[in-house]
């Protein structure tokens, strides 16, 4: 059992930063891979970005790539998203996700992650 909290969100003006950080409990996180997902208001949750368990490969939605960077500290049991450049069409709430030890590859899709955090807010103001 995997147990997520997210933290960090917050309001920011467009072109700002946030960092989100994403505690795991549980002595096998290491082991397991970690996604970012956001759910914007009247939409369908999507696929922000993803670390594999070593944080040696990274993926990232075609919308963030370039403004935002996924890492992880195994040692502190956290995956941290660093956003930059922050637009008004960031605003949702992010969710933190961890998948099992599977595929070397980072799954990108919400039905392969086994574990969710409640979600912060993340709000860009323009």
């Known amino acids: 059992q995997v147990l997520l909290v997210e933290s960090g969100g917050g309001l920011v003006q467009a072109g700002g930063s946030l960092r989100l950080s994403c505690a795991a409990s549980g002595p096998t996180f290491g082991t397991y891979a970690m996604g970012w997902f956001r759910r914007a208001p009247g939409k369908e949750r999507e696929f922000v970005a993803a670390v594999s368990w070593s944080g040696g490969t990274a993926r990232y939605s075609d919308s963030v790539q370039d403004r935002f960077t996924i890492s992880r500290d195994i040692a502190k049991n956290t995956v941290y998203l660093q956003m930059n450049s922050l637009k008004p069409e960031d605003t949702a709430v992010y969710y933190c996700?961890?998948?099992?030890?599977?595929?070397?590859?980072?799954?990108?899709?919400?039905?392969?992650?086994?574990?969710w955090g409640q979600g912060t807010q993340v709000t860009v103001s323009s």
């Open positions: 996700a961890a998948d099992r030890p599977g595929p070397p590859r980072p799954p990108t899709h919400a039905y392969e992650y086994d574990y």
